[in-house]
């Protein structure tokens, strides 16, 4: 049963390797495990153990090395419940996933993100000379106190009430250029895409569901009627990046503890201001961040005066004039 302890717990947690990233219990020989951030079962799908994960220090990490420490409790029963309804439903394709309750969905990509994060303050910022101050910093990990707080509804009876944490777009992706898996995040925005054969997530994980509300969200929803190219799955995560950089309004919460379990209420985030909720777009700005992750030049993807080469613009002038979705490049 939740109460105060939980609280607690989560505000004088430690970081390190002898204390369960998920739950801060200290670990020993009796209950010590390792938790693979990237789940064995993505691993073996698409044969990812010996590929590399780009860190933020621009270093690399093989995927079967990224696990962070965790305790029995945590990895053998929390968070391996939530791998085995993620990977059923992702054996059961779009439809598989989207019959899924999009909390597991949520938590499992939360505890991805969070994991990297957790993963990389434990690696030294210089992996060559080995000095002690780390990739991330322990004041950058509480500053998610927030999301780690949400993640314990993998453990706890926490419920959100007349809101949810994040923005989460499902796709059907083409079997093209032999890519089978995909990542991407930023700790900056919170955002997260993952591919994993022929299926996309792409998730704003503390927007407060803003994004899925507006229009372009919507839009997003509609895509999922054809299969993306790859181009098209790496921009939705660069427009759903790029709109999380924009928001201008920080989510904020009120958690109440009622009968067994632990409410969590997000305060309106328009508020009584009437400024919109995301600043206008600079183009420009945007172009850098899409040249960067289709691996193109600036100038590549800018299209001067105020404008960018767009992957789905094809498949959404369809969907604006209501025809029916064809096959483009």
Same mark, same amino acid.
């Given at each position: 049963?939740?109460?105060?302890?939980?609280?607690?717990?989560?505000?004088?947690?430690?970081?390190?390797?002898?204390?369960?990233?998920?739950?801060?219990?200290?670990?020993?020989?009796?209950?010590?495990?390792?938790?693979?951030?990237?789940?064995?079962?993505?691993?073996?799908?698409?044969?990812?153990?010996?590929?590399?994960?780009t860190l933020l220090?621009?270093?690399?990490?093989?995927?079967?090395?990224?696990?962070?420490?965790?305790?029995?409790?945590?990895?053998?029963?929390?968070?391996?419940?939530?791998?085995?309804?993620?990977?059923?439903?992702?054996?059961?394709?779009?439809?598989?996933?989207?019959?899924?309750?999009?909390?597991?969905?949520?938590?499992?990509?939360?505890?991805?993100f969070y994991g990297?994060?957790?993963?990389?303050?434990?690696?030294?910022?210089?992996?060559?000379?080995?000095?002690?101050?780390?990739?991330?910093?322990?004041?950058?990990?509480?500053?998610?106190?927030?999301?780690?707080?949400?993640?314990?509804?993998?453990?706890?009876?926490?419920?959100?009430?007349?809101?949810?944490?994040?923005?989460?777009?499902?796709?059907?992706?083409?079997?093209?250029?032999?890519?089978?898996?995909?990542?991407?995040?930023? #700790?900056? $925005?919170?955002?997260?895409?993952?591919? *994993?054969?022929?299926?996309?997530?792409? /998730? &704003?994980? @503390?927007?407060? =569901?803003?994004?899925?509300?507006?229009?372009?969200?919507?839009?997003?929803?509609?895509?999922?009627?054809? #299969?993306? $190219?790859?181009?098209?799955?790496?921009? *939705?995560?660069?427009?759903?990046?790029? /709109? &999380?950089? @924009?928001?201008? =309004?920080?989510?904020?919460?009120?958690?109440?503890?009622?009968?067994?379990?632990?409410?969590?209420?997000?305060?309106?985030?328009?508020?009584?201001?009437?400024?919109?909720?995301?600043?206008?777009?600079?183009?420009?700005?945007?172009?850098?961040?899409?040249?960067?992750h289709q691996g193109?030049?600036?100038?590549?993807?800018?299209?001067?005066?105020?404008?960018?080469?767009?992957?789905?613009?094809?498949?959404?002038?369809?969907?604006?004039?209501?025809?029916?979705?064809?096959?483009?490049?």
């Amino acid at each position: 049963m939740p109460d105060q302890r939980l609280f607690e717990q989560m505000a004088e947690r430690g970081f390190g390797d002898d204390v369960c990233f998920f739950c801060a219990t200290p670990l020993d020989a009796g209950n010590r495990t390792r938790e693979h951030v990237i789940p064995r079962w993505v691993q073996r799908a698409v044969n990812l153990w010996d590929q590399e994960l780009t860190l933020l220090n621009g270093t690399t990490l093989k995927y079967r090395q990224l696990v962070v420490p965790a305790c029995l409790s945590c990895n053998g029963a929390h968070l391996s419940q939530i791998e085995m309804k993620i990977s059923e439903a992702f054996a059961g394709g779009i439809d598989g996933l989207l019959s899924l309750d999009r909390k597991t969905v949520y938590l499992w990509l939360s505890k991805i993100f969070y994991g990297i994060l957790y993963r990389e303050h434990l690696l030294p910022l210089d992996r060559i000379s080995g000095m002690p101050d780390p990739i991330v910093e322990g004041d950058l990990l509480r500053s998610f106190s927030a999301h780690h707080f949400f993640l314990q509804a993998a453990r706890y009876p926490i419920r959100f009430d007349e809101f949810f944490p994040a923005s989460i777009f499902f796709f059907q992706l083409r079997d093209d250029q032999g890519i089978a898996f995909d990542f991407k995040d930023s #700790p900056v $925005s919170m955002t997260i895409a993952i591919r *994993v054969n022929g299926i996309g997530i792409v /998730a &704003a994980l @503390q927007d407060g =569901r803003t994004q899925e509300l507006m229009e372009w969200g919507a839009n997003y929803e509609r895509l999922r009627a054809v #299969p993306l $190219s790859h181009e098209q799955f790496v921009e *939705v995560y660069c427009r759903v990046h790029y /709109a &999380a950089m @924009q928001m201008n =309004r920080v989510p904020k919460y009120i958690i109440l503890k009622h009968d067994r379990e632990m409410v969590v209420m997000q305060m309106p985030l328009q508020g009584m201001s009437t400024k919109p909720i995301f600043d206008p777009m600079d183009v420009e700005q945007y172009a850098t961040v899409l040249a960067f992750h289709q691996g193109l030049t600036f100038d590549e993807v800018f299209l001067p005066p105020a404008d960018t080469v767009s992957w789905l613009a094809p498949l959404e002038a369809d969907l604006q004039h209501g025809d029916d979705i064809g096959d483009h490049d």
